[in-house]
């Protein structure tokens, strides 16, 4: 599965942004999906996470509040809506797959990775 992150840029502080996740093929279905994202100097974090139906999903405590997970299979797209954008969201932020049935927030579940889209909040 390829999968390519799209819809980062600069913002200001309180703005928001809805990052994109498309895949290559239409089986994107048959996986969760998660966000995880990597700041400068820092190690990579999960975000959020979805199941394959959408019905079920999992938020990192940082962000609970100010950020959506959704899913379009019928578009093999998966969706991070991100509002109340701070300073400290800045990261390059990746989407991954993964075969486990329920949300996890662990990135050793994961198999597939995008590239990452940057985003990039200015105080």
């Known amino acids: 599965v390829q999968l390519q992150a799209s819809g980062g840029g600069l913002v200001q502080a309180g703005g928001s942004l809805r990052l994109s996740c498309a895949a290559s093929?239409?089986?994107?279905?048959?996986?969760?999906l998660g966000w995880f994202r990597q700041a400068p100097g820092k190690e990579r974090e999960f975000v959020a996470a979805v199941s394959r139906s959408g019905r079920a999903t999992l938020y990192a405590d940082s962000v609970t509040g100010r950020i959506t997970i959704s899913r379009d299979n019928a578009k093999n797209t998966v969706f991070l809506q991100i509002s109340s954008l701070e300073p400290e969201d800045t990261a390059v932020y990746y989407c991954?797959?993964?075969?486990?049935?329920?949300?996890?927030?662990?990135?050793?579940?994961?198999?597939?990775w995008g590239q990452g889209t940057l985003v990039t909040v200015s105080s």
């Open positions: 991954a797959t993964t075969a486990r049935i329920i949300p996890t927030l662990d990135a050793g579940d994961y198999d597939y």
């Open positions: 093929e239409s089986s994107l279905s048959t996986y969760g």
